[in-house]
């Protein structure tokens, strides 16, 4: 036998003649559980389902893969003619080649500061001073040079799936 739930939160079933009506129920008296018959066998009642998040009516007309958290200059398409659309794509493709050939240069750095970051920590554990040595991760610093070259940060998410691509 069909059954649902309607917006009051009622079970009902679709009856021979295809009415629906609302299915027979009990409660245990000990316990307080609620079950309904679904013309098989008895079954839990289904706990009453939150309100759905209020719909975004600009949501149909965002492009899928743009990042709305982004600055919304920066998700201006490019003008035709400009070329910027085509400098902005080779510079993602220089930062994308740059952390690809450089990762592994940033993975030993880490390796190797391990035993630094170490000493800073014991030393301002008992001390409680800084020996103001740099705790940042290669990969941090290699973000840090490429963005200090100018090059631009992927924004929109198919500008980030490509970047993971290189």
Do not use: C
């Amino acid at each position: 036998m069909v059954t649902a739930v309607n917006d009051a939160g009622d079970v009902v079933m679709l009856g021979q003649d295809g009415a629906w009506t609302p299915a027979p129920r009990a409660r245990n008296p000990d316990t307080g559980a609620e079950v309904y018959h679904d013309g098989q066998d008895w079954q839990p009642m289904p706990k009453a389902a939150a309100a759905p998040p209020p719909r975004d009516p600009m949501a149909a007309f965002q492009p899928p893969d743009l990042d709305v958290t982004a600055d919304p200059a920066a998700a201006q398409p490019a003008q035709p003619g400009t070329g910027s659309g085509m400098g902005r794509g080779l510079g993602l493709g220089t930062r994308a080649t740059a952390k690809g050939v450089l990762g592994p240069a940033a993975m030993l750095y880490d390796l190797a500061a391990i035993p630094q970051n170490a000493i800073n920590a014991g030393v301002k554990a008992v001390t409680g001073r800084d020996l103001g040595i740099s705790t940042r991760s290669g990969g941090e610093h290699l973000e840090a040079g490429l963005d200090a070259t100018g090059l631009p940060q992927p924004r929109t998410l198919g500008e980030q799936r490509a970047a993971r691509l290189v």
